[in-house]
């Protein structure tokens, strides 16, 4: 057993209680959810219409492969260079005012998107510039939009609500590109740039409109660096957040080809016009939205790695058909596929990536691995588009179904099910010491030793036990930790830990959760009988002023 799934047993997490199937469109049963779906389909159709939009406005400027895959770097690379900020902003501050300035944004930017083109003034660094500019509104809004699925619908309908989630964007991509690219061959990009900027209106009034529960207290405020700090460490030491980060990246690096490279495809090897690029989105679109009525069947049936598994291998043959067939009527039918295991694999990492963090991580956890899975697809972008260019498409997504094979293999590492045994539920422990620091020292670095008295014959299994210790410790808040044995009686050991500030430590308590406080539990099972720890805690004192001229 590994360590991390020893840290995941007991205590509420040592067994997966099976949930009976919930229905496809229950979460839609719920007034704000609905809401804010419906309003978040018609900003998806605007921005797959944005999307088809700015591909075929690139090849009509006669773009190499590089600059239209591009396309994709310009939308995603923003998620990689302020994701970590939008999620730490999106747990310091009020997430539905955050989302409302965000949807304001990419108005605005669409707006200004849609006259520039309709003026005549565009060229592919100027539809690049606006592409980023409404990347980072997207960058901003997508931490604080997943953090809040939890608050609008049951524990028991998350996953599917995640899934609506994700049929939503491909519902989006199944209207948009088609409309778009009918649109586009009738009147102009600039048309379809303009639609885009007014679906933000829809959006705005929900947002506008809802009144949201204020946020579970958590411990003394946080300041912003502080925040980023937090989520830093968070990732550093949760092992399990490590291995959707990890497979994130991946999976975002090899499937990349898929979109980036579509334009390229449709133009060169289907020699089809914008109307042709449309329906290869539709098609995915469709098939993502197929795939959401059917995953609760399939997650009955399948484990989420195998899930995942499958939606790996549909990808995978999607990208082998578009490189085998320069047919249209086949690369729709790929088009249709690609779209099934796209679903698939892009619920699966949401899922987990929400079931791996507690509440007060989670719009910073859910940063990291939007920005995990950002990174790999710019990053991917511009290695295929390079591939593209050197041997053709066709080779590029030929090369890129071999590449969904790690994908495969990364679940001998880290496995979704494992995640099943966390419970992240909050078990705050109860902090008398608060009341030992006044305020003026609640900014002064903290310091906690904590002794034990261990029976003899269980040292190597509490020593065992104490390094899962020094992981919640620091995953929680602590900056250092450490443990040592008495040199005078070997029977006793200490642990320490230090923390940025005294405000930190009462954080750090309250952070626990149900899953942490079991690890914390352990240890006790291994003190002599009649005794348990000893926790001591000091303060930083402030330097006295220097004196220039000492007596």
Not at 263 to 290: D, E, F, K, M, Q
Not at 401 to 412: D, M, Y
């Amino acid at each position: 057993m590994s360590a991390e799934q020893r840290e995941t047993a007991g205590a509420g997490g040592a067994q997966r209680v099976p949930v009976p199937a919930v229905s496809a469109w229950a979460p839609l049963s719920h007034k704000i959810y609905r809401a804010l779906w419906i309003a978040l389909l018609a900003t998806n159709i605007g921005a797959w219409m944005q999307a088809v939009g700015a591909a075929w406005l690139m090849v009509e400027l006669d773009a190499s492969p590089t600059i239209i895959a591009l396309v994709q770097t310009a939308t995603f690379l923003p998620v990689v260079l302020v994701g970590v900020i939008a999620g730490a902003l999106a747990d310091l501050v009020d997430r539905r005012r955050l989302l409302l300035a965000t949807q304001i944004a990419g108005l605005a930017v669409a707006a200004a998107l849609a006259i520039v083109t309709a003026a005549g003034f565009m060229t592919p660094a100027v539809l690049l510039a606006f592409t980023f500019a409404l990347g980072v509104c997207t960058a901003f809004n997508g931490p604080a939009y997943q953090a809040i699925q939890p608050e609008l619908v049951p524990a028991r309908e998350l996953k599917q609500a995640l899934t609506l989630g994700g049929a939503n964007i491909n519902l989006g991509r199944a209207i948009g590109p088609a409309v778009g690219g009918a649109l586009i061959a009738a009147v102009g990009a600039w048309l379809v740039f303009g639609l885009n900027a007014a679906a933000y209106l829809g959006s705005v009034v929900v947002l506008w409109r809802w009144r949201r529960a204020p946020d579970e207290d958590v411990g003394p405020p946080e300041h912003f660096a502080g925040a980023i700090r937090a989520g830093v460490r968070y990732a550093l030491f949760s092992r399990m957040l490590q291995g959707v980060l990890v497979r994130s990246f991946v999976f975002g690096l090899a499937s990349s080809a898929l979109l980036s490279l579509l334009p390229v495809y449709a133009s060169r090897a289907l020699h089809t016009g914008s109307g042709g690029l449309g329906l290869l989105y539709a098609g995915i679109g469709v098939g993502a939205v197929v795939m959401a009525a059917l995953l609760p069947r399939l997650r009955a049936r399948l484990s989420d790695d195998r899930v995942f598994a499958v939606g790996s291998v549909l990808v995978g043959l999607a990208l082998v058909a578009y490189a085998a067939t320069p047919v249209l009527a086949a690369a729709l039918a790929a088009s249709f596929l690609a779209g099934l295991g796209w679903l698939c694999c892009l619920s699966t990492l949401s899922v987990a990536s929400q079931d791996a963090l507690p509440s007060w991580v989670r719009a910073r956890g859910l940063a990291f691995c939007l920005t995990s899975l950002s990174a790999g697809v710019a990053l991917g972008a511009i290695l295929w588009g390079l591939l593209a260019s050197a041997e053709g498409v066709r080779a590029a997504y030929a090369w890129a179904a071999a590449a969904l094979v790690v994908t495969l293999v990364l679940a001998l590492r880290w496995r979704f099910d494992a995640i099943a045994r966390l419970d992240l539920t909050p078990s705050p422990l109860a902090s008398p010491e608060t009341r030992l620091v006044g305020d003026e020292h609640a900014g002064s670095p903290a310091f906690v030793l904590v002794s034990y008295e261990v029976r003899p014959e269980c040292e190597d299994d509490f020593l065992r036990a104490l390094r899962l210790v020094g992981r919640v410790r620091r995953r929680n808040g602590a900056t250092d930790w450490s443990f040592y044995r008495d040199a005078e009686r070997t029977d006793r050991f200490i642990e320490t830990f230090v923390l940025p500030t005294w405000d930190e430590h009462v954080r750090q308590h309250q952070r626990l959760t149900v899953t942490d406080a079991a690890v914390l539990d352990r240890v006790n099972e291994y003190l002599k009988p009649g005794t348990s720890f000893r926790a001591e805690h000091y303060v930083q004192p402030p330097e006295p002023p220097l004196e220039l001229w000492p007596r």
